[in-house]
């Protein structure tokens, strides 16, 4: 559907359709060497403004436009001479040309082509003077040229609009799969979460119902808030299996009891991905204090690290680097070359996603970024609240 016209547009238009008429008008009251001349001055007149004054709406009905024009010059063709000067005529019914193949979206606009050659083919049976086949050659070509550069203009502006709105829906798919990552991934992270939230919430359980069995009876109120302890830790571990179960697939249940990975996991790692035929030095400080929420995020970066490593840059040599402090700190860093696309190979896949998602967790920074030799992934995780 064509969109309705700017003022800007209707008064270009309409100045277009003035000024045609205007100079029509002249040529025809004050006649030159610019055409050919013949008939009665009302005749001309009326042809005249035929050709001109619809073209104050070219754009909203071009092929109408076109084919009055080019009507009100063939039709008196048939039974007498009339004139036809190049600025007043010819002029006119080249922009209604233009205008039929750049904005006409009728099946019938590629048939405008046909209309200078029956109005040029009319105009000699009466008009001497253009019997000449120059005269006649002239017209057609200089009307062809005026649809064709409208029509191509009309073609590149529907390729460029077809082209605006397929980057459009890439770029609304791209996002629609960032966001569908985005939440795969955090499924995958509260399934593995429930399994150290629920470890932690059990062993509170456990030692809570401990010591309550071993307090006496003049013990009273310290049983009875052991007792709301108990209670409220096994309520909130039901509620917690409840819930991470609606985000469980069929395929994604683990085996019950199966412990979350953790850096004791590393070494067992760094030994499957030698195998596979990277050249992994791994450096981990024996005394690492750490939660094991943040030892899963260690090892869950550093896992995903080793395979785009694996995947973009090949039997290459890793660096795997892992320090305690304020921050958790984890670098991973390979020699692997850029120019087999190992540099942007992470930049937009689920790996990175995943890696952020769980970093964000406890406020921390990732950065992943060619370097020098190869590709660097470092990670800071706050250890701050641990006791």
């Known amino acids: 559907m064509r969109k309705p016209l700017s003022p800007r547009q209707w008064a270009?238009?309409?100045?277009?359709?003035?000024?045609?008429?205007?100079?029509?008008?002249?040529?025809?009251?004050?006649?030159?060497?610019?055409?050919?001349?013949?008939?009665?001055?009302?005749?001309?007149?009326?042809?005249?403004?035929?050709?001109?004054?619809?073209?104050?709406?070219?754009?909203?009905?071009?092929?109408?436009?076109?084919?009055?024009?080019?009507?009100?010059?063939?039709?008196?063709?048939?039974?007498?001479?009339?004139?036809?000067?190049?600025?007043?005529?010819?002029?006119?019914?080249a922009v209604a040309m233009y205008s039929a193949g750049r904005w006409s979206q009728s099946r019938w606009a590629r048939l405008a082509p046909l209309l200078p050659v029956i109005t040029f083919s009319l105009y000699p049976i009466h008009t001497v003077d253009f019997r000449d086949w120059e005269a006649i050659v002239f017209p057609l070509v200089w009307h062809w040229f005026a649809w064709g550069a409208g029509y191509g203009i009309s073609r590149l502006a529907r390729q460029r609009h077809d082209l605006h709105d397929a980057?459009?829906?890439?770029?609304?798919?791209?996002?629609?799969?960032?966001?569908?990552?985005?939440?795969?991934?955090?499924?995958?992270?509260?399934?593995?979460?429930?399994?150290?939230?629920?470890?932690?919430?059990?062993?509170?359980?456990?030692?809570?119902?401990?010591?309550?069995?071993?307090?006496?009876?003049?013990?009273?109120?310290?049983?009875?808030?052991?007792?709301a302890v108990e209670a409220t830790g096994r309520q909130v571990l039901g509620e917690l299996r409840r819930t991470v179960n609606l985000l469980r697939s069929g395929d994604d249940l683990a085996p019950a009891g199966q412990p979350s990975p953790g850096l004791a996991d590393l070494p067992e790692l760094v030994k499957s991905m030698?195998?596979?035929?990277?050249?992994?030095?791994?450096?981990?400080?024996?005394?690492?204090?750490?939660?094991?929420?943040?030892?899963?995020?260690?090892?869950?970066?550093?896992?995903e690290a080793l395979t785009n490593s694996l995947r973009h840059a090949g039997r290459t040599r890793v660096d795997v680097r892992i320090t305690a402090g304020p921050d958790l700190q984890v670098e991973v860093s390979d020699q692997g070359s850029r120019r087999n696309g190992h540099g942007s190979?992470?930049?937009?896949?689920?790996?990175?996603?995943?890696?952020?998602?769980?970093?964000?967790?406890?406020?921390?920074?990732?950065?992943?970024?060619?370097?020098?030799?190869?590709?660097?992934?470092?990670?800071?995780?706050?250890t701050e609240g641990l006791s």
Do not use: C
């Open 12 to 93: 270009f238009d309409i100045l277009i359709a003035a000024l045609a008429s205007v100079v029509a008008i002249a040529q025809l009251v004050v006649p030159n060497i610019d055409g050919t001349f013949a008939g009665p001055l009302w005749l001309n007149l009326v042809i005249g403004l035929l050709i001109t004054v619809p073209l104050a709406v070219r754009r909203i009905w071009p092929g109408a436009v076109a084919a009055v024009g080019f009507g009100a010059h063939a039709l008196p063709s048939l039974f007498l001479a009339h004139s036809a000067t190049f600025w007043g005529t010819l002029l006119p019914m």
């Open 167 to 227: 980057l459009r829906q890439l770029a609304e798919q791209r996002d629609a799969h960032s966001r569908h990552v985005v939440l795969e991934e955090r499924a995958r992270i509260a399934r593995e979460m429930h399994d150290v939230v629920a470890h932690g919430v059990t062993v509170m359980v456990i030692q809570a119902g401990a010591a309550r069995m071993e307090l006496d009876g003049a013990a009273s109120e310290a049983r009875e808030s052991l007792l």
């Open 274 to 303: 030698r195998t596979a035929g990277l050249q992994v030095n791994l450096k981990l400080p024996e005394q690492i204090k750490v939660d094991q929420g943040r030892e899963l995020a260690v090892y869950r970066i550093v896992q």
């Open 345 to 382: 190979g992470l930049g937009g896949g689920h790996g990175l996603i995943g890696m952020r998602e769980r970093v964000g967790m406890y406020g921390g920074r990732l950065r992943a970024e060619p370097s020098q030799t190869g590709f660097v992934v470092h990670a800071a995780i706050p």
